[in-house]
């Protein structure tokens, strides 16, 4: 196996140079110059302080890291859980609900139809059945009295209604 000449990484950034890039994004290089002195001025007038500090860092860091990543963890698992849960109930409606749609469609479209039908038909017998008459119809009212309704035939037909009171046939 060859190594790869340095030429070959002509133009290509260095991790090193990646990671600074990253960093200068993140934070200014004048902010991190600002940082770093004033640690090290910290750490060159309480030397006790900084690595009482710097110990505890060193000894805290990885299990706050720990943790950060398992709480992360578990909300993304939650997350995930929550979207197959609500994904499959979800599914699981559409399989009673699409169905039931096709179902009340059919439906629909059947009263709509014996709707028309019906309209259809009323309107051709009325046109075609020789509908007319007269007549008279006497209803009972509480207290003995009596309403009579009566209509007339022909082109001027007239309704008549009366109350009366006393006995039928009056």
Request: glycine residues 12%; hydrophobic residues 50%.
């Amino acid at each position: 196996m060859t190594t790869p000449s340095p030429a070959s990484y002509q133009g290509r950034p260095s991790v090193r140079e990646r990671v600074r890039t990253l960093l200068d994004r993140v934070i200014s290089p004048d902010t991190r110059r600002a940082v770093y002195t004033n640690v090290r001025a910290f750490a060159h007038d309480q030397p006790l302080l900084a690595s009482f500090i710097l110990a505890h860092l060193l000894l805290s860091l990885p299990p706050l890291l720990l943790f950060a990543s398992f709480v992360l963890g578990v909300a993304l698992l939650a997350t995930l859980a929550a979207l197959a849960f609500i994904l499959f109930w979800t599914g699981l409606a559409l399989l009673v609900l699409l169905p039931v749609l096709c179902v009340t469609g059919a439906l629909g479209v059947g009263v709509w139809v014996w709707a028309v039908a019906t309209y259809g038909v009323a309107r051709w017998a009325w046109r075609v059945l020789p509908v007319s008459g007269g007549g008279r119809v006497e209803v009972g009212i509480p207290g003995g009295r009596r309403g009579v309704v009566r209509k007339g035939e022909g082109e001027g037909e007239r309704v008549e209604v009366e109350v009366k009171n006393g006995e039928k046939g009056e």
